[in-house]
């Protein structure tokens, strides 16, 4: 496997990652990048590239973002967060793997990314629901700006720095796995 497969792997992932705390704004981030030509995008995904998209892409980020601090909307978003999470994770995945075999791209981009995607999203929604126990949804607030923030940072350090991006996407799964671990002792 050569280094360029290794980066657009890193990517992939990190970008899968960014898509479990918001699912549009990664996706943006990959429309913009790619529209401007700091990122080669799968031949087949060449549309990611077009104004179009990058329309569609800020316009569903914006409303994603600003949805998500309205409250009753968080807590529904986050229902259908998780699956959405796992497509848009998976896609973005599929768009970043050139040059490989059908077989692989897909395969890694269901576990990889799909399943981080996935993974992130239960945690996020799942600190959501313990917010708004918690806190009567009073905190919703700070948890939506730190998803926001870490979707942002992780995109943008995954298409500029992928090695850091797989790094922070490692992290933060690191951080989810010994949040489950304290609640389930607690």
Known sequence: ????????????????????????????????????????????????????????????????????????????????AVPLAAIAGT??????LVDLDPLFTWSLAIIAGGGTAAAISSSTSATRAVSTATTVGIGNPIVSTVETGAAATLSIVSVFIPIIGILLTIFVLFIIIRFYRKIKKG
């Open 1 to 80: 496997m050569n280094s360029e497969t290794l980066i657009s792997i890193f990517l992939g992932i990190g970008l899968a990652a960014s898509v479990g705390f918001r699912v549009f704004l990664p996706l943006f981030v990959l429309s913009l990048a790619a529209y401007f030509d700091v990122l080669d995008v799968n031949e087949k995904w060449q549309w990611l590239a077009s104004i179009p998209a990058l329309i569609t892409f800020g316009v569903a980020m914006l409303f994603e973002v600003f949805a998500y601090y309205i409250p009753f909307i968080d807590n529904l978003l986050d229902t259908i």
């Open 91 to 96: 896609a973005v995945m599929v768009s970043t």
